[in-house]
């Protein structure tokens, strides 16, 4: 495993290797789409069922016509306002396709990330490809249903041994969103008349979809694709996770020799005992969003017994925050 630039990861990437790459969101770990072997290789390095499909992230939005059918208007209107950003849409897969990238569903899930670091790979790897279009597979850099890394050094500390692999990480410094991209279910509008479907709550809101749309966005229902981030569990720190609704009596014996993280928007209370660690998040919920991996695996590193998440807001700006949080909590349920 080592760091490379930027010419260096395209070159690799167009030769079938992985190398894991900045976006907005999160860190992914890349393969180029078309290439069997490199997809199967971010499979096993994550040790990800090989049903669980993957995004295929594009330069710009003419990309979709190789890998998607019967688009419908709404995505061409999604596209225009939210690309190159944090919204990966769901839609008919084109034969181009093949059966890992859409872990046997018919359907394919596309984004355009506008980091800087991602975009300059993406162009630099469609030059290099001799069929000079393409596009690179990155689910999040981190092992199956664990947290997703924010950092170079997250991914580094993730996979630093596997030994199977030669993993390359492009550092592009820190992802400002914090959290994976909203997905939005395009893939039945057209022959089903289905609705569209909110599939994973990101940095882009419901609302603003809709007003786009000028319709309704749906939450999904147990006829949807059953997909990695909609398990109950997922998202999952080493450190035990608790939500927490009710004040926390902080004298309570049972916290007596135990370190214990708080995670709360809210400043500290005056007087805190030593088993407590606060720790300050926001009440604004894309700052909280944006610090929030790389706390919990700053806690993870730093053997605490529990983290506590308190004081958790409950309006619809936070439902991506607490989307990740609840699965996070629920592996330890
Ligand atoms: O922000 C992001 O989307 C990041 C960055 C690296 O781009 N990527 C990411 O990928 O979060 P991943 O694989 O960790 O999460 C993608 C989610 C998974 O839950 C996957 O199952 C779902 O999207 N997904 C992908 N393609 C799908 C499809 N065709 N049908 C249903 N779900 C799909
Ligand atoms: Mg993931």
Redesign the pocket.
Known sequence: MRYCNLGEAADSLVKGNVVAFP?E????LGADADNYQAISKVYSIKNRPSN????V?LLDGDDVLYWADSIPIEAYLLIENFWPG?L?I?LKKSKNVMELV??G?D???L?C?SHNVAQNLLREFVRLKPSKCGGLI???ANKFGKV?PTNAKHVFDEFSSESCFDIMILDGGKSTIGI??T?IDLSSIVNRGAHPTL??PGFIKSSQIEEILGRKVFLPTDHS?V????LRAHYSTNTPLEIIKEDIDFYDTRYLNKKIAVLSCDSPPIILPSCFVWFEMSFEHDLYASKLYSTLREIDVSHFDKIFVYNLPDCSEWDAIRDRLYRAAAAFI
């Open positions: 976006t969101t999160v860190y992914g669980h499909p993957v995004i992230h944090p990966t769901l859409s872990g569903q359907t394919i899930g984004r990330p990155a689910p999040s997703s994976e991209s997905i599939l994973r694709p997909v990695p981030g909609s």
